[in-house]
């Protein structure tokens, strides 16, 4: 392998071929071979199969005919006249024992005939049904335990037709002196029960050992007979015998499966494992005892021919090892070598060098990829030249995007500023509103307040005016009684002497009216400059209210005692006639004065009523007053809303601004990569050599 390295050999693509045809050939032949010695030993097994199933059934068949041998002699048992008529007569209860004697004697030599008549026959015994050992004709040593009582009630079951029953060392009896295989069925006899006897055959164990004789086991094998309970009959191991062998060859359910299958009783082979050794089962039914005959060997002994099938695919996997191994150092040659040359280009074309080129003088596909390879390398040095005029523009690029991304990031740093400045302005105005809110509600409480007093206001004065026209009505009835006083007086001026002293009391009550006029005067001037004062004069005007209120009361009270002194002169006035005739100026004065005081009455009530109707506008001044601030601090909210919403829009521009201000920084970032990395690359380009 001259040129190539075994350095790193396992890495080859040469190597690696060399192995997937090392192992593809290899496993071409082992697959053909050893799927040539499994079919052989299929087929091998299949047709052993099938001709030990044949021969197991012939034996079986065989088998059959031995047992029906036995039922043949039971059957001439049966029907023996001699025999049949020395039963009816020995259990004749009036018999002598002599004749019984003689009976048993003539019977049991009858059965001595049909014993030598047929082959292995030990004994043939006739039991009654009564089971008395005195009474039965042959070998009278048996024992009649619950097994064989429970055979004996089966054989009345079957009504005349035999059962066979399993071998033991002592036979049925248990006094045998071999071991035998029993046949027992009913002598019936319809005109007379009791002389029913069973009819015990004991066939030795040989008769069945010369039956199996013809069947041939491989290795290891074995040939049995076994009952429907798996117990086995027969076998070339005499220790198996009364054994059973059910589980380990299971041979009544794979039967069971074979009739229902064919529906009938049949025949078939199995493979089965026992004791850890797989075998081949054959088995057969037969007819007349449902008893099983039975072969199995090895299977590993079906399939010994197939061995060579075996060594010859050994010698021919050898054999495309080394022919695979030639194939593998031609294919190394041929692949490997062209190919470690082109990757020793490629290895310069990895430091930089792109002047590299491969020779090329093969068409195959090794030439059709170093083709390929110079291609790729100018298209490489192409792509370089390019790749640094376009770097060198990429700089140029770069650094004027720097430029305008400063500009840009210094243009976003002042606008974020003012809109901060904003922001804080549009805080401080909503802060304003805010309170501004505050004030005017505070001030629509006040006027709410306001209007309530003056309702208060224009409550007492309501009051006021009806005590006036009160004050008015009185006056009127003082003038009436004024007026008859004075027509009165004509008629008592002859005592109005007498009436000196009441004449200075009705002069000091005048006094008291005069000074409560007066008073009265100077109270309603008062009221009427405090009513001129709209904002406080609420309070004062409630004053001077309660002073008039209080001087009516007293008017009333001088009036009542001008009416006492008044009552008093009329009782006196025939007395007081003359005296009244000088009193008579003094009452026409009082009169001019009582007519004044009602005078100033009703202008009080004009001025009350003048009064009211300013306190109506007043109120109704206030209410729009109230509209207005009420309108006024509705306005308020808005703007303080507006004012908040002002604020919150101002402080997102304001964080936009950030946002924007933050990208233009990281845009010059981005730039200044940008720069660096055409700077890398070009650097890196200058590696190549072009």
């Given at each position: 392998m001259?040129?190539i390295?075994?350095k ?10 060399m ?26 097994r ?54 019984k004697?003689r ?39 048996i ?7 429970a ?8 009504k005349?037709?035999?059962?066979w ?45 010369e ?7 491989g ?55 026992i ?5 081949l ?20 002994s079906?399939?010994e021919n ?6 010859l695919t050994n ?9 695979a ?11 490997a ?53 376009s ?13 305008a991304s ?55 004065a ?9 004050g008015?009505?009185?006056m ?8 008859s006083?004075?027509?009165?007086m ?11 002293d ?58 009542e ?13 025939d ?28 202008r009080v ?15 109704e ?6 509209k207005?601030?009420k ?29 924007q ?30």
């Amino acid at each position: 392998m001259k040129g190539i390295s075994l350095k790193g050999i396992h890495q080859s693509i040469g190597f690696k071929l060399m192995i997937i045809i090392i192992v593809g050939i290899i496993g071409c032949v082992a697959a053909l071979g050893y799927s040539s010695y499994s079919i052989a030993g299929n087929i091998i097994r299949d047709e052993v199969s099938s001709a030990t199933e044949g021969t197991i059934m012939q034996t079986g068949n065989k088998i059959d005919t031995l047992l029906a041998t036995y039922e043949n002699v039971a059957q001439m048992l049966t029907l023996d006249p001699v025999i049949r008529n020395s039963l009816e007569n020995f259990v004749q209860p009036s018999l002598a024992s002599v004749e019984k004697k003689r009976i048993q004697e003539t019977v049991e030599q009858r059965l001595r005939n049909y014993i030598n008549a047929a082959d292995h026959i030990l004994s043939i015994r006739l039991i009654p049904k009564t089971y008395e050992k005195a009474d039965i004709f042959g070998d009278k040593s048996i024992e009649f335990d619950d097994q064989n009582k429970a055979v004996f009630e089966e054989v009345l079951a079957n009504k005349g037709n035999p059962v066979w029953v399993s071998s033991s060392a002592k036979g049925f009896t248990r006094f045998n002196s071999e071991m035998t295989f029993t046949m027992t069925r009913l002598l019936i006899n319809g005109a007379n029960r009791d002389a029913e006897f069973f009819i015990v055959i004991d066939v030795q164990i040989a008769a069945l050992e010369e039956a199996l004789s013809n069947v041939t086991v491989g290795e290891g094998g074995d040939k049995l007979i076994i009952d429907e309970s798996g117990q086995v009959v027969y076998s070339t191991n005499q220790e198996l015998i009364e054994t059973s062998v059910q589980n380990e060859l299971n041979v009544t359910s794979r039967a069971e499966q074979s009739a229902e299958e064919a529906n009938e009783t049949t025949s078939g082979t199995y493979f089965t494992s026992i004791s850890g050794t797989e075998r081949l089962v054959a088995f057969a039914e037969s007819q007349r005892s449902n008893w099983y005959v039975i072969s199995h060997a090895k299977a590993s002994s079906l399939t010994e021919n197939t061995s060579k099938i075996l060594n010859l695919t050994n010698i021919l996997m050898i054999v495309s090892v080394f022919i695979a191994i030639g194939i593998g150092f031609l294919l190394l040659q041929m692949i490997a070598k062209p190919i470690t040359n082109m990757k020793k280009s490629m290895e310069r074309g990895k430091e930089g060098d792109l002047t590299v080129r491969i020779a090329v003088k093969r068409k195959d596909e090794i030439g059709q990829l170093a083709h390929s390879f110079n291609d790729m390398m100018d298209q490489m040095t192409n792509l370089i030249r390019q790749t640094n005029d376009s770097t060198a523009q990429v700089m140029h690029t770069a650094n004027e995007v720097s430029n305008a991304s400063k500009q840009t990031a210094t243009a976003a740093q002042e606008i974020n500023q003012a809109m901060e400045s904003i922001a804080q302005g549009s805080s401080s105005l909503a802060t304003e509103a805010e309170a501004g809110n505050e004030r005017s509600n505070q001030m629509s409480n006040i006027l709410d307040k306001v209007v309530d007093e003056n309702i208060h206001l224009g409550t007492s004065a309501q009051e006021v005016h009806q005590v006036s026209q009160q004050g008015i009505q009185q006056m009127k009835a003082l003038i009436d009684h004024t007026t008859s006083t004075e027509s009165m007086m004509t008629s008592i001026s002859g005592r109005v002497g007498e009436l000196k002293d009441s004449t200075t009391s009705i002069r000091q009550i005048l006094d008291l009216l005069n000074n409560m006029t007066k008073q009265t005067n100077i109270l309603s001037l008062n009221a009427s400059i405090e009513a001129s004062r709209a904002g406080s004069a609420g309070k004062g005007f409630m004053v001077v209210a309660d002073e008039i209120r209080k001087l009516a009361e007293q008017s009333k009270q001088n009036i009542e005692i001008v009416g006492e002194i008044t009552e008093k002169i009329q009782n006196e006035v025939d007395e007081t006639v003359k005296v009244m005739d000088e009193a008579l100026p003094k009452f026409v004065q009082q009169k001019s004065s009582v007519q004044e005081t009602d005078k100033i009455f009703n202008r009080v009530q004009h001025q009350m009523d003048d009064f009211i109707l300013q306190l109506e506008k007043i109120t109704e001044f206030i209410n729009d007053l109230n509209k207005s601030q009420k309108v006024m601090s509705e306005t308020m909210s808005n703007v303080s809303a507006f004012s908040e919403e002002s604020s919150a829009t101002t402080q997102q521009v304001a964080s936009l601004s950030s946002t924007q201000e933050q990208m233009s920084e990281g845009l010059v970032r981005l730039a200044d990569d940008l720069e660096h990395l055409s700077q890398s690359l070009q650097k890196a380009l200058s590696n190549f050599k072009v």
